[in-house]
């Protein structure tokens, strides 16, 4: 069994965070005219290593709260969260760029981080000093960096600007050249931000293949945070989610994504009795089982749940469903007949089903309208509405996560003719 390369246990990180004594901020114009001492002139002092000004009102923060968990030699984890959920805290403390104000991290072997563009690099030297200021960071001796020196340049394709100051660098140029040095100079622990999200989707597909070697074939430990749930859900083999500085879940990505998502607020329609001969009562996105849902993986079923209530039945009366973009655009419109449904009651349930694996990754609502089958009569109609999002879960786009590619993943067929 894999002896754990990092081990969090109980960490909690707080901030002092500082506001305006009471009367509110004044400029120093008023300052000077009300005869007070200037804002320069406050005293100013240390508190929990933090630089703050006395008089003013002082709160604590925690951007972290009681966090524990371990990670095994060769796993790749992703960590996710909503803005401010304290992920990029949590890989500063990892990172040791900064100290965490309670509990212990132990590491295990060398840590090589990107957390944002140009990390570690010094913005006067060539990208070829700051490849080997990179590798004795990590404790590699020259010989080693040597070694690695060309596969380095050839992955970060910056070959022509190598003896260029990275000061000049485009942030493009800096995510190549610093995500190639991180990657390619062996570190035992690999942490990765957000950052390569700046480069283009062609690099993005790139990293992710390396990450996924270093992981796999090197036995190399990977930590992964990214809002892409698709390419947290290809390349880890773990997750976790953090909520207000705090672990939400541990689990299999496909697990936690779904936790993830599902916090948000379902949406439905609900509406009342209408005098028309058939009508909407209810619609909301679920699962099989019926349970509200309105974020589905790429591969889930999705099903939309339809009450339809009856004054007066006629077999001319029709159900129809169109999917929209989230710029309203039709991804396509189906018809069936109510007479195929209707149990001769004063409501009938229909669940309308879209199969998993079919629509590309993005938000969607829908539109429903009864009406007749000529279409010449609209009993009832309710547009836009249960919005859904679909999620990327590991499907060969989810390096373009984000980028209109189409509304439908195709189970493509082809033919070589010669």
């Known amino acids: 069994m894999a002896e754990p390369v990092i081990k969090v246990e109980g960490i909690g990180k707080k901030y002092i965070i500082g506001h305006q004594g009471k009367g509110g901020y004044k400029t120093i114009r008023d300052q000077i005219g009300n005869g007070v001492k200037t804002v320069f002139s406050k005293t100013k002092k240390m508190l929990s290593g933090q630089l703050v000004v006395e008089g003013d009102e002082m709160e604590d923060f925690w951007a972290l709260k009681d966090i524990s968990f371990e990670v095994k030699q060769g ?13 990029s805290t949590l890989l500063k403390i990892l990172s040791r760029i900064t100290e965490p104000t309670t ?119 990977v930590l992964f945070v990214s809002h892409q749930m698709g390419s947290i859900a290809q390349l880890c083999n773990n997750c976790l989610l953090l909520k207000q500085g705090c672990i939400e879940a541990i689990g299999t990505p496909l697990e936690v994504i779904d936790k993830y998502y599902n916090q948000l607020q379902n949406d439905s329609y609900s509406g009342g009795n209408k005098d028309v001969d058939i009508f909407i009562k209810e619609l909301f996105s679920c699962n099989e089982n019926g349970d509200p849902k309105s974020n589905f993986a790429h591969s889930d079923n999705i099903h939309l749940r339809i009450k339809v209530g009856v004054n007066k039945f006629d077999p001319i009366q029709n159900i129809g469903i169109a999917l929209l973009t989230r710029d309203k655009k039709r991804v396509f419109t189906v018809n069936h007949s109510f007479k195929n449904f209707y149990n001769g009651n004063a409501e009938t349930i229909v669940d309308f089903i879209i199969e ?40 060969e786009f989810a390096f373009a996560e984000g980028i209109d590619y189409g509304s439908i993943i195709l189970k493509d067929k082809w033919k070589s003719i010669q």
């Open 356 to 395: 998993g694996g079919l629509i590309a990754p993005m938000d969607y609502s829908f539109l429903v309208a009864l009406n007749t089958r000529t279409g010449l009569m609209t009993y009832d109609m309710q547009d836009d509405v249960c919005s859904i999002k679909i999620y990327d879960d590991g499907t």
């Open 75 to 87: 796993d790749t984890l992703g960590i996710i969260g909503r803005n401010g959920a304290g992920k």
């Open 103 to 221: 509990g212990r991290v132990n590491l295990k072997g060398r840590v090589a981080s990107l957390l944002e563009v140009g990390t570690g690099f010094h913005p006067e030297l060539s990208g070829r000093e700051n490849i080997f200021l990179n590798g004795a960071i990590l404790g590699m001796s020259r010989a080693e960096i040597k070694r690695k020196f060309d596969e380095i340049v050839d992955f970060s394709g910056v070959e022509k600007f190598l003896d260029t100051p990275v000061k000049r660098f485009s942030s493009g140029m800096y995510v190549r050249l610093a995500f190639s040095v991180a990657a390619h100079l062996e570190p035992e622990i690999l942490i990765v931000d957000e950052v390569l999200a700046v480069g283009d989707t062609e690099f993005q597909k790139k990293c992710m293949g390396r990450m996924r070697d270093v992981s796999k074939n090197d036995g190399r430990t």
